[in-house]
C-alpha cells in the first residue's frame, strides 16, 4: 500500500512537471488521499491539505499535519539534501521562496531535478499514516 501511494505521487509529480514545463508554470500544488478498506485507514499527503476524520456526535479529529519548515524534522531533511530555510517577513521559506517542505510541482524550486525523490524543497514524497478502523485516535 505504502509503495503504491509513493508510486502515485510520483507518477502525478512527473506529469504535473511535464505539464509545467509545455506551459512554463513555475507553480505546484498540495495533495491528500485516503484510502478505506474495511480493516485500515491510509492517509498520504504532501504540503498544507489536510484530512480531517469526522465521526458521528460531532467529534472531528485531524489527521495530517502541514509539511511547513517551522516542524523540526521537516527543517531538518531539507537540510539534509543540501537546502536551506530562512526568514522571510516573519514566515521560515524554503530555499527563501516557499512556504512548504512537501508538495507536487514547484519545478522552480527543484535542486536536483534528477533526485526529485530527495530534492531539497518541495518534495513529493508523501508522509503515509495507516489506522485501523474503528481505533483511530
Known sequence: RNLALHEAFQRCEAAFIEKANVENLRDGTTAVVALVDSNHLTVAHVGDSRAVLCRSGGTT????????PDLKE???????????VVERHGCLRVMGRLGL???IG??????????S????SASPIPEIALWLVGAVS
Do not use: K, M
Not at 76 to 84: L, N, P, S, T, W
Not at 106 to 115: E, V
Not at 117 to 120: G, L, N, Q, R
Open 74 to 84: 521537516e527543517r531538518d531533511r531539507v537540510e539534509a539534501a543540501g537546502g536551506f
Open 101 to 103: 517542505t512537501r508538495a
Open 61 to 68: 479529529q485531524e489527521l495530517t499535519h502541514d509539511h511547513s
Open 117 to 120: 525523490e530527495i530534492c531539497a
Open 106 to 115: 514547484d519545478r522552480g524550486q527543484r535542486l536536483w531535478p534528477a533526485r
